[in-house]
């Protein structure tokens, strides 16, 4: 089992920046790939970002392309989202996941999900 816990949601206006951050535990965290879903109220859950187990290959869904970056750190367990130049488009929950195969996380069928984070831009 892995579990994931987002945190660094908030409250920010158009042009800000957050940064969001996906804790793992429990199995090996470097062996897994690491991805970032969104779901804004009334849509269906989408793509972000997603990063491979040694962070060398990263995803992005072409809406945040140049201004969020995806980031890991397996010595800390941790996995980043950096979001600038934020959009009130961009509310949603934020999740993260994680799978063996960078497929799946992209996919959205991964085997673990955290709670999710709130992120609201203000216009």
């Known amino acids: 089992q892995v579990q994931l816990v987002e945190s660094g949601g908030g409250l920010v206006q158009a042009g800000g920046s957050l940064r969001l951050s996906c804790a793992a535990s429990g199995r090996t965290f470097s062996n897994y790939a690491i991805g970032w879903f969104r779901q804004a109220p009334g849509k269906e859950r989408e793509f972000v970002a997603a990063i491979s187990w040694s962070g060398s290959t990263t995803y992005y869904t072409d809406s945040v392309k140049g201004r969020f970056t995806i980031s890991r750190d397996n010595a800390e367990n941790t996995v980043y989202l950096q979001m600038n130049s934020l959009k009130p488009e961009d509310t949603a929950v934020y999740y993260c996941?994680?799978?063996?195969?960078?497929?799946?996380?992209?996919?959205?069928?991964?085997?673990?999900w955290g709670q999710g984070t709130q992120v609201t831009v203000s216009s």
């Open positions: 996941n994680a799978d063996s195969l960078i497929s799946r996380v992209v996919a959205g069928t991964a085997d673990y």
